[in-house]
C-alpha cells in the first residue's frame, strides 16, 4: 500500500528520496511476496496481502516502460499471487481471513464479502495488462458476492451471517464501507446494472446510507458476533471495574478480593494494561482507565482517567 501511495500521489517522479523509496519498496515486494503464507491454521491474513500485491505490482508493471526483463519479473510474480489466491480461496468460493472451522489447507472458512471484492478488483488489474485470470476461480468469487447482496442492495460481512441479515452490521449502515468495494467489483467484471445512476444503497444514496449509520445502527465492537480482537482487551479493564465497587456485604468483599487475586496476584495497587491508548476504548468504560504515564497522550492530560 505504500507504494501505491508513492506512485498515485507522484512523489516518486518529484523527490529523489521518495524514489530511492520506491525502488527499495519494489524489490522488497518481489522478493517476498512470493514467499507469503498464512500465519497460522486460523489466521489468514496473507490473502489481503496476496490482493494489494498484485494493484501494487500491475502500477509497477506500468510505471516500467523500458526494461521489458524487470516487467516479465514483474508479472510473473503477479501469477505466484493468483496462485496462491487459488490455494487459499475458500472451499465455497472467495476469500475470507478467518478459518475458525477446521485450520485445512485449503481453508474451510466462509468468504467475506470485502475482501472478496479486493481481490476480484486486484484481478481486474491484473487482467488489463495482460495476465490471464483462472475462470473458475474468478466466477466462483463473483457468485460469492452475488450470494451475500441483500435485497437492499447492501452486503452481508460474511457468508456465515446470511441466517441473519438484520444484525447491525449487516444492515446498509454497517454495509456502508463494503457495499462500494462490492459494487466496484462487480461493475469491473460486467454486472451494467449497478450504474452511476442506480439507486443502490451504498452507491449513491449517501444521504439514506449516513442517516442508518447515525440513527439505526448500534455501534458495536468489531461489529462481530463473537468475541475477537478488541473484545480480549475490554476484558480486564471491565473485571477491573468491579474492584472499584463499594459496599455490598460480605460476599461482595469476597468476590472482590478474589479478582483481586486473579489480577493483581504480585501488586496491591489497583492497575492493570491494556494493549492500546486509553483514547481508543470505547467510553463506557474509558473514565475508568488510570494510566501510569499518560507522557504520549498529551491531548488525554486535560481529562481524568481516574476511577
Not at 66 to 84: A, G, S, Y
Not at 139 to 159: C, M, P, T, V, W
Amino acid at each position: 500500500m505504500c507504494v501505491l501511495a508513492l506512485i498515485d500521489t507522484g512523489a516518486a517522479d518529484k523527490d529523489a528520496a521518495a524514489k530511492t523509496a520506491l525502488e527499495r519498496g519494489e524489490a522488497w515486494l518481489l522478493e517476498h511476496l512470493p514467499k507469503l503464507r498464512r500465519a497460522n491454521s486460523i489466521a489468514i491474513y496473507n490473502v489481503w496481502g496476496h490482493a494489494y500485491g498484485i494493484q501494487a505490482l500491475v502500477d509497477l508493471y506500468r510505471r516500467e516502460s523500458r526494461d521489458e526483463k524487470r516487467r516479465q519479473q514483474i508479472k510473473e510474480v503477479i501469477l505466484t499471487q493468483i496462485d496462491l489466491l487459488r490455494r487459499y480461496e475458500s472451499v465455497d468460493g472467495g476469500w475470507g481471513y478467518y478459518d475458525f472451522r477446521v485450520g485445512a489447507k485449503r481453508p474451510a472458512t466462509d468468504s467475506t464479502s470485502f475482501l472478496t471484492a479486493t481481490v476480484l478488483i486486484a484481478f481486474h488489474a491484473a487482467k488489463n495488462i495482460g495476465v490471464e485470470i483462472p475462470e473458475d476461480v474468478l466466477n466462483r468469487g463473483i457468485a460469492s458476492i452475488n450470494r451475500q447482496e441483500k435485497n437492499d442492495h447492501s452486503y452481508l460481512y460474511g457468508e456465515y451471517l446470511r441466517w441473519q441479515p438484520m444484525m447491525p452490521i449487516n444492515r446498509p449502515g454497517g454495509s456502508l464501507g463494503r457495499s462500494q468495494a462490492c459494487n466496484l467489483a462487480l461493475r469491473l467484471w460486467g454486472d451494467k446494472t449497478i450504474t452511476k445512476a442506480s439507486s443502490r444503497i451504498g452507491w449513491t444514496d449517501w444521504s439514506s446510507a449516513m442517516k442508518a449509520v447515525l440513527w439505526r445502527k448500534r455501534p458495536i465492537p468489531h461489529e462481530s458476533w463473537f468475541q475477537v480482537a478488541g473484545y480480549f482487551l475490554l476484558l480486564r479493564p471491565l473485571l477491573c471495574r468491579a474492584l472499584h465497587r463499594t459496599g455490598g456485604g460480605a460476599s461482595a468483599r469476597r468476590y472482590k478480593d478474589y479478582l483481586a487475586a486473579i489480577l493483581m496476584p504480585t501488586s496491591r495497587k489497583r492497575r492493570f494494561l491494556v494493549g492500546f491508548s486509553a483514547l481508543q476504548l470505547p467510553s463506557t468504560i474509558r473514565h475508568r482507565v488510570c494510566l501510569d504515564d499518560a507522557s504520549p497522550l498529551s491531548e488525554a492530560r486535560a481529562v481524568s482517567h481516574r476511577a
